[in-house]
T-cell receptor, first 113, second 112 residues
């Protein structure tokens, strides 16, 4: 069974640009959540989608947005990039029922110059 | 005040010893508690979860939950060098589907 797939794995952008990250969940998982991980702040929740609907949102500015498609694949977008957006962005999928266990992808490492 | 707090460490223990990792949380209505392990350069992976007060054992790992005191701990028995990693405590709040709050993690070093 394939795991959670995130693309791209690494990317470098400059301030003011925008970026789109993609996440394909484990087959059959309809819940996808996104996290930002930085050395200083740790793992911070961005948002969570289920069946194309955003169910929860963390405390990030509106520059951070996401969506989910009918096949459960999800994308997140960050517009007007700032230096502080440099981070590892992790996507996780969860079974519809059960223990709410997160299975993470390998992450997308974003560097903003 | 952070919602989920962990000592950042590093916590150094000799090989074969018991490692004790602690986590406190502020939301008294929190319902689900998880421990994830993250090796350097890798993504987090689940070790175990616990919902009810008391102990839950899985191999060398034991999770302990005390809702009255709002803390959850992870004990690693017979620690091995391969256990050296950052351990993340995670909490799902009451009423939240997947709004998970993570602690900043405790770095564990097992010394051979």
């Amino acid at each position: 069974k394939a795991g959670v797939t995130q693309t791209p794995r690494y990317l470098i952008k400059t301030r003011g640009q925008q970026v789109t990250l993609s996440c394909s969940p484990i087959s059959g998982h309809r819940s996808v959540s996104w996290y930002q991980q930085t050395p200083g702040q740790g793992l911070q929740f961005l948002f969570e989608y289920f069946s194309e609907t955003q169910r929860n949102k963390g405390n990030f500015p509106g520059r951070f947005s996401g969506r989910q498609f009918s096949n459960s694949r999800s994308e997140m977008n960050v517009s007007t990039l700032e230096l502080g957006d440099s981070a590892l962005y992790l996507c996780a999928s969860t079974q519809d029922s059960g223990a709410n266990v997160l299975t993470f992808g390998a992450g997308s490492r974003l560097t903003v110059l | 005040q952070k919602e989920v707090e962990q000592n950042s460490g590093p916590l150094s223990v000799p090989e074969g010893a018991i490692a004790s990792l602690n986590c406190t949380y502020s939301d008294r209505g929190s319902q689900s508690f998880f421990w994830y392990r993250q090796y350097s350069g890798k993504s987090p992976e689940l070790i175990m979860f616990i919902y009810s007060n008391g102990d839950k054992e899985d191999g060398r790992f034991t999770a302990q939950l005390n809702k009255a005191s709002q803390y959850v701990s992870l004990l690693i028995r017979d620690s091995q060098p391969s256990d050296s990693a950052t351990y993340l405590c995670a909490v799902i709040h009451s009423g939240g589907y997947q709004k998970v709050t993570f602690g900043t993690g405790t770095k564990l070093q097992v010394i051979p």
